[in-house]
């Protein structure tokens, strides 16, 4: 007999190590807390990276995944099926694009809108047409392609030779971005706001002057929501802030619940060139997803639940303002809707990640972004007395700072 019990050293001993996950062993979730093997309780402010948007183990979301799971949870895309289809229209209807095209995750949603892009301007333009400029600090995703287009070499470098016409300039910057783009660009991909970068935003001006060169230059203005979109932001999309708009859009985290699904929309005039068996995926949009993710479209779009989203931004900013006066310990405080930034003052940037970690101790979860960026996600639905125990404890932690760097 095998022995199959399992704790954090198990990881250790089977896993590659890619992650360095926390010292606990998550095994269940309720709302907006986590729970370990020993019943340790936790308020997770990172809601599975901006994933578990309605939090864990939510009713409505479980119900429906049970009665789907009775019908249909698998056909592939050699057969429609009614809640793929249903899924489609509801954000073709709800968003300024056309036409979809479903995959399981960020990264392979990222894939395919720069292989659309590619494809569109080979056939429309020529070959010669086959720049895609991005910006540093951005994060596309860790398939190859899309690990490139991202503007951190680290992650790409060491994997042997890289797509080629692939250039990074410096965000928010026009005059760089003015100076590269050309007939020769075919796209431009772009994070509205900047997630796994810092919590970085693009400025408005810096977005509408792109949107204009693009059309200019014929290049296609892609816009990487992954993890700004599904309400994230205040809106369902966070390009609704403001009047510009991209041709291709890529969306997944928050979109089914926890369910893995992605989604790529454009327009009819781009979509067309992703004609039959040019690309594809078995699992990518299963019928099981897009019966979850139809749920979370209903839901999240309501201007009421938007509105609460605003209202809880406004409270987090409020309090994270007021522990920084309290601690000393805070620079800017950054982001839109539950997508959140706390800059460290410069002596305090070294210790961001044990911060992470005496704040899972004392029974709150929180993400990093960039290097010394403390990040809040919390889930969408999450309630103002959750929010105020967690801040608690992440202004507990600030104040004691000290302790953690004389350790
Ligand atoms: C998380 C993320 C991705 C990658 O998504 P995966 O589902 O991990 O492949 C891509 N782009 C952005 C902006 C992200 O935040």
Redesign the pocket.
Same mark, same amino acid.
């Not at 399981?104 to 990222?110: C, I, L, P, Q």
């Not at 951005?138 to 398939?143: E, I, P, V």
């Given at each position: 007999m095998h022995n199959l019990q399992v704790s954090r050293q198990t990881f250790d001993d089977v896993m590659m190590p890619v992650y360095a996950p926390h010292s606990m062993l998550i095994t269940k979730g309720k709302g907006s807390y986590l729970f370990d093997s020993e019943n340790n309780r936790y308020i997770d402010f990172t809601s599975g990276? =901006?994933?578990n948007c309605l939090g864990h183990n939510h009713k409505q979301v479980r119900s429906i995944i049970k009665k789907q799971s009775k019908k249909l949870i698998h056909v592939s895309n050699l057969f429609a099926n009614d809640k793929t289809l249903t899924l489609a229209l509801k954000l073709t209807q709800k968003t300024d694009f056309s036409k979809i095209f479903f995959v #399981?995750?960020?990264? !392979?949603? #990222?894939e395919a809108a720069l292989k659309l892009a590619r494809r569109y301007a080979f056939e429309v333009y020529g070959p010669q047409k086959d720049e895609i400029i991005s910006f540093d600090h951005?994060?596309?995703?860790? %398939?190859f392609f899309?690990v490139c287009v991202?503007g951190q070499d680290k992650y790409s470098d060491g994997f042997g030779p890289k797509p080629a016409s692939i250039t990074h300039l410096p965000f928010n910057d026009i005059e760089a971005f003015k100076s590269q783009i050309s007939d020769k660009t075919c796209a431009v991909i772009v !994070?509205p706001l900047?997630?796994?970068g810092g919590i970085i935003p693009a400025t408005d001006e810096f977005l509408e002057q792109v949107r204009a060169l693009c059309s200019k230059h014929n290049a296609l203005l892609i816009f990487? !929501?992954?993890? %700004?979109g599904i309400g994230r932001t205040g809106k369902l999309f966070a390009y609704m802030h403001s009047s510009v708009k991209p041709d291709i859009l %890529?969306t =997944?985290?928050g979109i089914a619940a926890g369910l893995?699904l992605?989604a790529v929309l454009t327009t009819d005039e781009i979509g067309v060139h992703f004609s039959k068996g040019s690309h594809g995926s078995t699992f990518g949009g299963s019928p099981l997803s897009c019966a979850v993710g139809s749920y979370i479209i209903d839901t999240i779009s309501n201007p009421v639940f938007l509105h609460k989203v605003e209202k809880k931004h406004k409270f987090f900013v409020k309090y994270l303002k007021a522990i920084a006066k309290n601690t000393g310990v805070i620079d800017d405080i950054r982001g839109k809707g539950l997508l959140l930034g706390v800059d460290l003052k410069e002596k305090y940037q070294p210790y961001a990640s044990a911060i992470v970690q005496q704040c899972a101790k004392e029974g709150l979860f929180i993400l990093i972004a960039g290097h010394h960026t403390l990040r809040i996600a919390p889930p969408l639905n999450i309630k103002k007395s959750v929010i105020c125990e967690g801040l608690g404890i992440l202004e507990h932690v600030l104040a004691n700072i000290d302790s953690l760097i004389e350790k």
């Open positions: 990276i =901006a994933v #399981n995750s960020g990264a !392979e949603a #990222n951005s994060f596309h995703g860790r %398939t899309s991202g !994070e900047q997630g796994e990487d !929501e992954v993890q %700004t %890529t =997944a985290k893995p992605g």
